[in-house]
Nanobody
Framework: QVQLVESGGGLAQAGGSLRLSCVASERTFSGYAMGWFRQAPGKDREFVATINWSGANTYYASSVKGRFTVSRDNAKNTVYLQMNRLKPEDTAVYYC???????????????????WGQGTQVTVSS
């Protein structure tokens, strides 16, 4: 079973930056696409970004494209989310997730993920 632990959340001002990290416990981390999702109060969880097993392919929600960057270091079993030009509407709990998708494919739907982290709070003030 994969355990995922996120860190790096906190409070930022609009226009600022934060970097989230997610460390996976499982040695097969490198074989699967990884993703970031978020859930704001009173809203459904939504897709943010995904990266394939090698890190060569990425895909973003339109709301974060051009501002957020997902990356991974398979040697460290870690996936990152660099968040720049933050907006108050980015305020949410951010979740890292490990998918069932292998190869070069990406995973943008929550049903493609079988392991989730506990979440880390990101709050952006105006």
């Amino acid at each position: 079973q994969v355990q995922l632990v996120e860190s790096g959340g906190g409070l930022a001002q609009a226009g600022g930056s934060l970097r989230l990290s997610c460390v996976a416990s499982e040695r097969t981390f490198s074989g699967y696409a990884m993703g970031w999702f978020r859930q704001a109060p009173g809203k459904d969880r939504e897709f943010v970004a995904t990266i394939n097993w090698s890190g060569a392919n990425t895909y973003y929600a339109s709301s974060v494209k051009g501002r957020f960057t997902v990356s991974r270091d398979n040697a460290k079993n870690t996936v990152y989310l660099q968040m720049n030009r933050l907006k108050p509407e980015d305020t949410a709990v951010y979740y890292c997730a490990s998918s069932k998708v292998q190869g070069g494919r990406l995973a943008a739907r929550s049903r493609e993920y079988d392991y989730w982290g506990q979440g880390t709070q990101v709050t952006v003030s105006s």
